[in-house]
């Protein structure tokens, strides 16, 4: 089937350490992003990549780092400088570089981070 | 900037009521406006969407007009079901960049 897989589902982490997301998608989607999504405050964009080696940063991308060296996977690391990183994670891919122009992200089911 | 505001949640109803979620956005010139639903447990999933002015989206009974005139994208549904339980939330893109803005959701329940 085709479709984007986050892993782990659940994840702790102690305060100080780094911790990595995955995210693969077999969808053959040039672009791929991280949202962060925290209760009653929506989505909001960590991270996002056009294309393979390129990316640019979102809206709270501080404390976060990503990379893109293969079209199918784009982890994010939630580093120990991230103020406040509990929260649930998701990753989102589109069939073109320019997602605006049919609003259609496919979206994994989430990572959620608790820092103990 | 762009920006894209909804009503607050929770909202509970009971099943066969009316549903309105209310959405309004500031955008430069005309975008496209869209709709994602979240179910519990799962990642968001494209509702319906509406590409101009006047345009209605619809999907699994819901549907939503472009209005232009009040720059408002509201979902309806004339009989929710217990189903339709879900995280609801609107969304524009940024009229300079490949990316998507979201609202900040809407948690509907529906009472059997």
């Known amino acids: 089937d085709g479709g984007i897989t986050q892993s782990p589902k659940y994840l702790f982490r102690k305060e100080g350490q780094n911790v990595t997301l995955s995210c693969e998608q077999n969808?053959?989607?040039?672009?791929m992003y991280w949202y962060r999504q925290d209760p009653g405050q929506g989505l909001r964009l960590i991270y996002y990549s056009q294309i393979v080696n390129d990316f640019q940063k979102g809206d709270i991308a501080e404390g976060y780092s990503v990379s893109r060296e293969k079209k199918e996977s784009f982890p994010l690391t939630v580093t120990s400088a991230q103020k406040n990183p509990t929260a649930f994670y998701l990753c989102?891919?589109?069939?073109?570089?320019?997602?605006?122009?049919?609003?259609?992200?496919?979206f994994g089911e989430g990572s959620r981070l608790t820092v103990l | 900037g762009d920006s894209v505001t909804q009503m607050e949640g929770p909202v509970t109803l009971s099943e066969e009521a009316f549903l309105t979620i209310n959405c309004t956005y500031t955008a430069t010139g005309y975008p496209s406006l869209f709709w994602y639903v979240q179910y519990p447990g799962e990642g968001l999933q494209l509702l319906l969407k509406a590409t101009k002015a006047d345009d209605k989206g619809s999907n699994k009974g819901f549907e939503a007009t472009y209005r232009k005139e009040t720059t408002s994208f509201h979902l309806e549904k004339g009989s929710v079901q217990v189903s339709d339980s879900a995280v609801y939330f609107c969304a524009l893109p940024y009229s300079s960049a490949s990316k998507i803005i979201f609202g900040s959701g809407t948690r509907l329940s529906i009472r059997p």
């Open positions: 989102a891919s589109s069939t073109k570089r320019d997602a605006t122009n049919t609003g259609e992200l496919f």
């Open positions: 969808l053959n989607h040039d672009a």
